[in-house]
């Protein structure tokens, strides 16, 4: 579960964000790295708003919504590396890709590059931890369905977990 940041002293938790889809929403709020992250979503036709994750930082925001049924998230990408000198390593940035358009970057592109791309697929959730920032992002993923565009099987979880973290 959750551990606590030496580098800060503020509880880590493990996140899990979604199935997102549908009407739903992501409000990213950011400056220097990804302060929190939230999502809207929708689950079985009713709008359920998920508990931010991240710090009380950051003084920009961005919302982004998708032109449901016809858009959905295909790729996600962003930098990760400590905010200070000596710290952990946290997201520094974050782009969203659909079918159909880019959002952002939010964020400083400083540090290690990341990119999660779904080939036949796309993005229905989000999983990761966050203490004063988001600290790491994984996704949670479904298959296009050409007449139906969500399943009611099981999701496929994908943590995107860099080599250098240590759990506490």
């Known amino acids: 579960e959750g551990g606590i940041d030496r580098s800060n002293g503020k509880k880590k938790s493990i996140i899990l964000l979604g199935p ?26 009713k709008l359920i708003a998920a508990e931010k994750h991240g710090g009380l930082g950051g003084n920009r925001t961005a919302e982004i919504k998708l032109q449901y049924p016809e858009e959905f998230l295909v790729t996600v990408s962003g930098h990760y590396c400590p905010v200070v000198h000596g710290g952990s390593p946290v997201i520094r940035s974050l782009t969203f890709r659909s079918n159909k358009r880019t959002f952002g970057p939010f964020g400083i592109e400083e540090g290690t590059p990341f990119t999660f791309s779904m080939d036949g697929g796309l993005i229905v959730g989000f999983n990761g931890r966050s203490g004063w920032y988001l600290d790491a992002i994984g996704f949670r993923l479904s298959r296009v369905q050409t007449t139906k565009l969500f399943q009611s099987e099981p999701w496929v979880g994908l943590g995107l977990y860099w080599k250098n973290f240590q759990p506490n």
């Open 20 to 45: 997102w889809g549908g009407n739903g929403e992501i409000t990213i709020v950011y400056d220097r790295c990804i302060d929190s992250i939230r999502v809207v979503y929708d689950k079985n036709g």
